[in-house]
Every structure is written in structure tokens, then in C-alpha cells.
């Protein structure tokens, strides 16, 4: 099993400002097939980076992903308000599928 | 864009089961895998497994051998999670998710593009 470590585990931060989180995995993802999530309290997750770099239909272009092998890395250039929440990374690429513990985007 | 309608909460004894649903509407059913997802309360996501409607192959965490099975109903486009031998760190949310759409191959027709709003599982004596 593919472990994601995420780091790090709290980012605190200014609207505008630039944001860099990174997902570490024990082993190389295969075909770079890793995602990255956002998830705010109450709702569901909601896809925003697939195949490492491929945006899902519907984010903003603030949202980019990159990496490779097992170094993975979200930024969101300029954030916005509503940015701030609870960030997963998953690697898709080999059963069983594995999550990241997630990084917490607090304002500060 | 596919939706994904979970069945509602559910409040079980320790040492029973629970089956939740997941019916799928605005898209071919048996075109790409569902997936369930639980998130126990303040922590983080886990993939428990997998199941292709089309070949009715599933994949499953090893963390939940032996105590799930994931289900497909091509007939009513549902999906079924049904999780036996509950025990009080089965609380969660159980969610099920699967690629909206386009083209994929190999394992990335499980990317998890469309979600339902999750079904609450609580075990309790």
C-alpha cells in the first residue's frame, strides 16, 4: 500500500497570497495518477486537480498541480476567501487506493 | 454531469451491518467504476473500495477484507456498500464517487469526479 504523507499540516495565510502544498508517497505513483481535493466542513470533497496536473471541469485557473514520480506538489496562486479549507492529496494509480492525511488552510 | 443519490442515515448496533445505496442518474451507469469513500467524524479520507458495474470486478482495502461488499444493481443504477460486523470506529460518513465523464484507461477510470452528499453511519449500543 502506497502511504501519502502531506505536508504540512497547517498553512496559515493571507488572502492574495500564494499557497504550496505537497504529498509525499512511499513509493512511486504509478502514471503520475494522483488527485488533489478540497474539502470545507459539512459538504462532500470535491475533485480539483486529476492526473497530477490535469484540472477538473469547473476550477479556476488559480488551482495547478505538478510533480512526478513520488513528489507532488497543489499551489493556488492568489487565494481567494473561499480557498481556505482542508486539502487531500490521492494517488489512483495501484489498489488499494490511498489518501493523504490532509493540510488544513487556515487565514491568518 | 452524473449525480449521485446516497440513501439516508443510518443508526446500528454493534455486530450488525448496514447497507447503503448510491443511485446514479444523467449518465450510463456502467460506464465507469464507483467508489466508497468514509470519513470518520474530524478525520480524514479512506478508500475502501471499488466495484466495476460493467465486469462486476471489485477491489477492496485490506483494511475491510472480509467485512465489505460492494455492489452493483444495473437494473435500478445503484450502487450498494454494505459493511458487516460494526463496531463503534465505523462511525462515518460513507461516501461513493466515480469519474464524470470523458475518456480514461487503466485505473483512472476511478478518479473520483462526482461525489454524493454522503450517508451517515452511526454505531451505537
Known amino acids: 500500500e502506497i502511504v501519502l504523507t502531506q505536508s504540512p499540516a497547517t498553512l496559515s495565510l493571507s488572502p492574495g497570497e500564494r499557497a504550496t502544498l505537497s504529498c509525499g508517497a512511499s513509493q512511486s505513483v504509478s502514471r503520475s495518477y494522483l488527485a488533489w481535493f478540497q474539502q470545507k466542513p459539512g459538504q462532500a470533497p470535491r475533485l480539483l486537480i486529476y492526473d497530477t496536473s490535469s484540472r477538473a471541469p469547473g476550477i479556476p485557473d488559480r488551482f495547478s498541480g505538478s510533480g512526478s514520480g513520488a513528489d507532488f506538489t497543489l499551489t493556488i496562486s492568489r487565494l481567494e476567501p473561499e480557498d481556505f479549507a482542508v486539502y487531500y492529496c490521492q494517488q489512483y494509480g495501484s489498489f488499494p487506493f490511498t489518501f493523504g492525511q490532509g493540510t488544513r488552510l487556515e487565514i491568518k | 454531469q452524473v449525480q449521485l443519490v446516497q440513501s439516508g442515515p443510518e443508526v446500528k448496533e454493534p455486530g450488525s451491518s448496514v447497507k447503503v445505496s448510491c443511485k446514479a442518474s444523467g449518465g450510463a451507469f456502467n460506464r465507469f467504476p464507483i467508489n466508497w469513500v468514509r470519513q470518520a467524524p474530524g478525520q480524514g479520507l479512506e478508500w475502501m473500495g471499488g466495484i466495476n458495474p460493467l465486469s462486476g470486478t471489485t477491489d477492496y482495502s485490506q483494511r475491510f477484507q472480509g467485512r465489505l461488499t460492494i455492489t452493483a444493481d444495473e437494473s435500478t443504477n445503484t450502487a450498494y456498500m454494505e459493511l458487516n460486523s460494526l463496531r463503534s470506529e465505523d462511525t462515518a460518513f460513507y461516501y461513493c464517487?466515480?469519474?464524470?465523464?470523458?475518456?480514461?484507461?487503466?485505473?483512472?477510470?476511478?478518479?473520483?469526479?462526482?461525489w454524493g452528499r454522503g450517508t451517515l453511519v452511526t454505531v451505537s449500543s
Open positions: 464517487a466515480r469519474k464524470g465523464g470523458g475518456d480514461c484507461s487503466y485505473t483512472n477510470c476511478y478518479i473520483h469526479g462526482n
